[in-house]
Nanobody, 119 residues
Framework: QVLLVESGGGLVQPGGSLRLSCTAS????????MGWYRQAPGKKRELVAT???????QYGDSAKGRFTISRDNAKKTAYLQMNSLKPEDTAVYYC?????????????WGQGTQVTVSS
């Protein structure tokens, strides 16, 4: 069984910063891409950022220039550094990972962590 656990969400003032973490555990042979998505109330889930096993990154338009995704393979962890946060960044942030486990490649999701940007 594979589990993804996010942490680091919370309440922050506009202009502030947060760093989210996502750690994978369980029977893992390899972790391919890892990514962050978010969903605000009444809106569709959208891409924030992804990083593959060669550390090539991709960002959604809302994240470009403000957010940075990184990963530590030894810790099976992905990070999302979020700077210059805006109220419109308020959402539940979900971690996604494409993992090889038991001879199969599957996508796994975390439970989500709430980020609220408000004064």
């Amino acid at each position: 069984q594979v589990l993804l656990v996010e942490s680091g969400g919370g309440l922050v003032q506009p202009g502030g910063s947060l760093r989210l973490s996502c750690t994978a555990s369980g029977s893992i042979f390899s972790i391919n891409a890892m990514g962050w998505y978010r969903q605000a109330p009444g809106k569709k889930r959208e891409l924030v950022a992804t990083i593959n096993n060669r550390r090539s990154t991709q960002y959604g338009d809302s994240a470009k220039g403000r957010f940075t995704i990184s990963r530590d393979n030894a810790k099976k962890t992905a990070y999302l550094q979020m700077n210059s946060l805006k109220p419109e960044d308020t959402a539940v942030y979900y971690c996604d990972a494409r993992i090889t486990s038991g001879g199969r490649v599957s996508d796994y999701w975390g439970q989500g962590t709430q980020v609220t940007v408000s004064s």
